[in-house]
């Protein structure tokens, strides 16, 4: 018996042993030409990656404190630049490919421009059309090449940048004048299906849907759980389980897991709004021709 207590608490021994250290980062991030020096900790749970960061400023005396959560539910993930740092754009790329190992760098807000768009624009209550529970419009934005599902990206907004989030993405709030924006597209992964409508090629991910004509793309439709509401508890499960076309719009059927909620979207092609409809199974032409007409 004093044999199994002894291993045990060496097994113990060895695990916390084993634990990840704070991550440091040095650099001249304020306003003077003194080092200072940044530890992150992170924490992985089943649903978050939360990370403490502490501060050192050479030109304050006291730290500052702050935690930033990514959710695996979640495309956006946010942190803030407390205002006293002046290397803004050496800050976030130290810091963000600490958080974000895997990302990339330079991007612009292009990256996750539909879902802030279509956050914002969203509308609700009596504004609503008799079939549907949700409701925004969008801009179509083309960009050439093709995007990076692979691998996420990060860049650098003002604090008063649009940005739809269920989280806060600080606690507590710290004074800040820019954000630090991790787009968490490899949550797209690869591309499942193609096919061609009215001169695009339509082009489907696990979450998401773009269209390609020539040398440029455009999102138009990203299933975001911020942005409906509705979604997956971890985006690495699918939840995009058809895209079909019909009448000027695109019909994304999706699925929420673990939860199994089902739900039906339409994108109109001309008009660029997006509904969610009330009844998944109201796809008849007479209601997606009275949505996108």
Not at 131 to 147: C, D, E, I, Q, R
Not at 151 to 177: E, Q, W
Request: proline share 5%.
């Amino acid at each position: 018996m004093h044999k199994v207590i002894h291993l045990l608490l060496c097994l113990l021994s060895v695990s916390s042993l084993c634990q990840a250290q704070p991550a440091t980062i040095d650099g001249f991030f304020d306003k003077d030409l003194k080092p200072d020096n940044i530890s992150i900790e992170d924490h992985d749970d089943r649903a978050f990656s939360s990370f403490h960061i502490t501060c050192r400023f050479s030109t304050l005396k006291d730290p500052i404190v702050f935690d930033c959560t990514y959710y695996y539910s979640d495309f956006l993930f946010v942190c803030p630049i407390p205002a006293v740092v002046t290397n803004e754009e050496g800050f976030t790329d130290k810091l963000a490919r600490v958080m974000i190992p895997a990302a990339k760098t330079p991007i612009d807000t292009n990256g996750f421009r539909w879902i802030t768009q279509v956050c914002k624009n969203s509308t609700g209550g009596t504004t609503l059309p008799p079939a549907v529970n949700f409701k925004s419009t969008f801009t179509l934005h083309w960009h050439y090449g093709m995007p990076d599902i692979k691998r996420p990206s990060f860049t650098m907004v003002p604090n008063g940048f649009p940005i739809c989030m269920g989280h806060n993405y600080s606690t507590p709030v710290i004074r800040s004048n820019k954000l630090i924006v991790g787009y968490i597209g490899n949550n797209h992964n690869a591309i499942a299906s193609t096919f061609s409508i009215l001169g695009y090629e339509v082009i489907t991910t696990r979450h998401g849907v773009l269209l390609k004509k020539g040398e440029l793309y455009a999102w138009v439709f990203v299933n975001d759980k911020n942005v409906f509401g509705i979604g997956n508890e971890k985006l690495r499960w699918p939840s995009i389980t058809s895209v079909t076309f019909h009448n000027n719009c695109l019909l994304i059927k999706t699925v929420a897991t673990p939860s199994d909620i089902k739900s039906a979207y339409v994108v109109c092609m001309d008009s660029w709004d997006v509904f969610r409809l009330k009844n998944y199974n109201d796809t008849s032409d007479l209601t997606l021709h009275s949505l996108c007409n």
